[in-house]
């Protein structure tokens, strides 16, 4: 089960995410955490940017409500997303 935080208007989302993927997909839940693959490479923040953008696309949020607010050089992260509830988060990623 993911380990969603609800946070005033916004949820922090614990990410695994696996650079230099052949596509951009979510690959299922890994110890608590939403396992991402991106296909961008793992340099000068490409990786991220992938990934705010697919988080931003699967929650119809614009790109700037997507913020990696911890982990931004390591494949563990934690992102914020505002504009959207838990619940829609789960029900997305199938919870």
């Known amino acids: 089960m993911l380990k969603i935080t609800a946070e005033s208007g916004a949820v922090l ?3 695994k995410i696996v650079p230099g993927a052949s596509r951009t997909r979510y690959l299922g839940e890994w110890q608590g955490r939403a396992r991402i693959a991106v296909a961008a490479a793992p ?13 931003a ?4 949020v614009s790109k700037r409500a997507v ?6 050089t ?3 992260k934690t992102v914020r997303i505002e504009g ?5 988060v789960r029900a997305v990623f199938g919870e």
């Not at 340099?43 to 988080?55: P, Q, T």
């Not at 913020?67 to 931004?72: N, Q, Y």
């Open 13 to 15: 989302l614990p990410v």
């Open 43 to 55: 340099e000068k923040g490409k990786a991220n940017a992938a990934l705010a953008e697919f988080l």
């Open 57 to 60: 696309d699967l929650f119809g």
């Open 67 to 72: 913020i990696v607010v911890a982990g931004k």
């Open 74 to 76: 390591v494949p563990l």
């Open 84 to 88: 959207v509830a838990s619940d829609v």
